[in-house]
């Protein structure tokens, strides 16, 4: 009976600390606000929960690589400007993430045998979505860095600051792969205006989030 | 006057880890900070290399009161932790950290065959020793020609040959210097002036002679 006393054993510590959970329940309920938001047509919305998977896995690791080997204090003593620390980490974040399209959405139309009526389109707008998420994650990784639970408090953070993000790159995208442009402006403001916000924001909070 | 402290005072959260640090470093002066673990030594060179923001008091650094890139361009920190990329060769992270200071590959030559690690150059951080790990990192620190130069218990990890190697390094050193430390014999064979710490508070500053009488004195 040791596997139940194992069992037990971390049923006791995931309802004390609720990490886990927490982080499911947020995937959970975010995979079904994105459906909802894409009635009749969900592999958009498909598309983006795989980009924000691999995104929550990857682009926070910039900053916390660094505070894993204690280099980030090498970069705090060094002659460099804060704000040059936070866009260092969105360029790096941005390749990392470009890379990731140039694999994954052809690999995914194909599977999912969607053919975009405009691609050209459909490509920026995922990109504009996907470097929105890049830099609102990385600004916020810097400001969990702290924290010793990081890893599993960043979601926690990420998931309602970006969603007016996720929401309109998919109807956005959805828009751009059906080729009814209609009203397109509106969720591609959102995105850029979004972008901007978060960028400025960074930009201005970074000196006090990266010096204790 | 290189660093001027003045009743500084740190606090994370509740815990105070500075409670009244006042000390001046001259030109060209070697001082050793020694304290017991705990007793503030990492907080106040962390403070004085711009890491950390003190709570109260004030900091004065080559004569500005904000650690900026100027201040920290004329500076140089060695501490027990490396602050080496480990994934990348010995030549690779001093040409990142060059790149910050806006220095040439000339210097990155000369450090590394002054410190003895141009054959090991293209190796990876990660297959150094400690003692080729603690070496590069000083050749990282000096890559500025710092005019002060901060070594945080870099004897950490280091076994007899690799001290005596720093030690000998140290000797050689022209710059303004900090050392941390909580062995009272390095701070004597390093330092002419010793300020001793204990609990966040300044408990002596003066001559690094006979501190062993001054550390039992001040300690009861």
Same mark, same amino acid.
């Given at each position: 009976?040791?596997?139940?006393?194992?069992?037990?054993?971390?049923?006791?510590?995931?309802?004390?600390?609720?990490?886990?959970?927490?982080?499911?329940?947020?995937?959970?309920?975010?995979?079904?606000?994105?459906?909802?938001?894409?009635?009749?047509?969900?592999?958009?919305?498909?598309?983006?929960?795989?980009?924000?998977?691999?995104?929550?896995?990857?682009?926070?690791?910039?900053?916390?690589?660094?505070?894993?080997?204690?280099?980030?204090?090498?970069?705090?003593?060094?002659?460099?400007?804060?704000?040059?620390?936070?866009?260092?980490?969105?360029?790096?974040?941005?390749?990392?993430?470009?890379?990731?399209?140039?694999?994954?959405?052809?690999?995914?139309?194909?599977?999912?045998?969607?053919?975009?009526?405009?691609?050209?389109?459909?490509?920026?707008?995922?990109?504009?979505?996907?470097?929105?998420?890049?830099?609102?994650?990385?600004?916020?990784?810097?400001?969990?860095?702290?924290?010793?639970?990081?890893?599993?408090?960043?979601?926690?953070?990420?998931?309602?600051?970006?969603?007016?993000?996720?929401?309109?790159?998919?109807?956005?995208?959805?828009?751009?792969?059906?080729?009814?442009?209609?009203?397109?402006?509106?969720?591609?403001?959102?995105?850029?205006?979004?972008?901007?916000?978060?960028?400025?924001?960074?930009?201005?909070?970074?000196?006090?989030?990266?010096?204790? | 006057? @290189?660093?001027?402290?003045?009743?500084?005072?740190?606090?994370?959260?509740?815990?105070?880890?500075?409670?009244?640090?006042?000390?001046?470093?001259?030109?060209?002066?070697?001082?050793?900070?020694?304290?017991?673990?705990?007793?503030?030594?990492?907080?106040?060179?962390?403070?004085?290399?711009?890491?950390?923001?003190?709570?109260?008091?004030?900091?004065? @650094?080559?004569?500005?009161?904000?650690?900026?890139?100027?201040?920290?361009?004329?500076?140089?920190?060695?501490?027990?932790?490396?602050?080496?990329?480990?994934?990348?060769?010995?030549?690779?992270?001093?040409?990142?950290?060059?790149?910050?200071?806006?220095?040439?590959?000339?210097?990155?030559?000369?450090?590394?065959?002054?410190?003895?690690?141009?054959?090991?150059?293209?190796?990876?951080?990660?297959?150094?020793?400690?003692?080729?790990?603690?070496?590069?990192? @000083?050749?990282?620190?000096?890559?500025?020609?710092?005019?002060?130069?901060?070594?945080?218990?870099?004897?950490?990890?280091?076994?007899?040959?690799?001290?005596?190697?720093?030690?000998?390094?140290?000797?050689?050193?022209?710059?303004?210097?900090?050392?941390?430390?909580?062995?009272?014999?390095?701070?004597?064979?390093?330092?002419?002036?010793?300020?001793?710490?204990?609990?966040?508070?300044?408990?002596?500053?003066?001559?690094?002679?006979?501190?062993?009488?001054?550390?039992?004195?001040?300690?009861?």
């Amino acid at each position: 009976m040791k596997f139940l006393r194992i069992a037990i054993k971390d049923l006791r510590t995931e309802f004390r600390t609720k990490g886990t959970l927490n982080f499911l329940f947020l995937f959970a309920f975010l995979s079904i606000m994105l459906f909802s938001a894409t009635v009749g047509d969900p592999e958009p919305a498909l598309l983006w929960v795989v980009f924000i998977f691999a995104g929550m896995l990857g682009y926070s690791r910039a900053f916390l690589r660094e505070v894993e080997t204690g280099t980030l204090d090498a970069l705090r003593i060094s002659p460099v400007s804060p704000s040059s620390i936070l866009f260092g980490k969105i360029v790096y974040n941005a390749a990392i993430m470009l890379i990731l399209e140039v694999f994954v959405i052809p690999v995914f139309m194909a599977v999912f045998g969607i053919y975009p009526k405009n691609v050209l389109l459909s490509v920026i707008i995922l990109t504009a979505g996907n470097l929105a998420f890049v830099i609102v994650s990385s600004s916020l990784s810097v400001l969990v860095i702290k924290s010793r639970a990081r890893e599993l408090l960043l979601p926690v953070l990420l998931f309602p600051i970006v969603f007016p993000v996720i929401i309109s790159t998919v109807q956005a995208f959805t828009m751009a792969v059906s080729g009814n442009l209609d009203g397109i402006q509106g969720p591609i403001s959102v995105i850029l205006g979004f972008s901007t916000a978060t960028l400025a924001v960074g930009y201005l909070t970074i000196d006090y989030a990266l010096i204790e | 006057m @290189i660093v001027r402290l003045e009743n500084i005072e740190k606090s994370f959260g509740r815990f105070k880890a500075l409670r009244d640090i006042s000390f001046t470093l001259g030109k060209d002066e070697r001082l050793a900070l020694l304290g017991p673990n705990g007793s503030g030594k990492t907080t106040t060179v962390r403070i004085i290399s711009g890491q950390i923001k003190p709570t109260n008091g004030k900091l004065e @650094i080559f004569g500005k009161r904000r650690v900026d890139e100027s201040v920290k361009r004329r500076m140089g920190v060695v501490s027990h932790n490396t602050f080496l990329y480990e994934d990348l060769t010995g030549y690779e992270n001093m040409e990142f950290f060059a790149s910050l200071y806006d220095v040439d590959g000339d210097r990155i030559k000369e450090l590394l065959q002054e410190l003895g690690l141009w054959k090991r150059r293209h190796d990876l951080v990660r297959n150094y020793s400690r003692g080729m790990k603690q070496r590069l990192s @000083i050749a990282r620190a000096l890559l500025n020609k710092p005019e002060l130069i901060i070594l945080d218990e870099p004897t950490t990890g280091l076994d007899v040959e690799g001290r005596t190697r720093l030690f000998e390094m140290l000797s050689n050193f022209k710059s303004a210097m900090i050392f941390t430390t909580h062995n009272l014999q390095e701070a004597e064979q390093i330092c002419e002036r010793t300020v001793l710490i204990r609990e966040g508070r300044v408990v002596y500053d003066g001559s690094s002679e006979n501190l062993e009488s001054v550390f039992q004195e001040v300690m009861q």
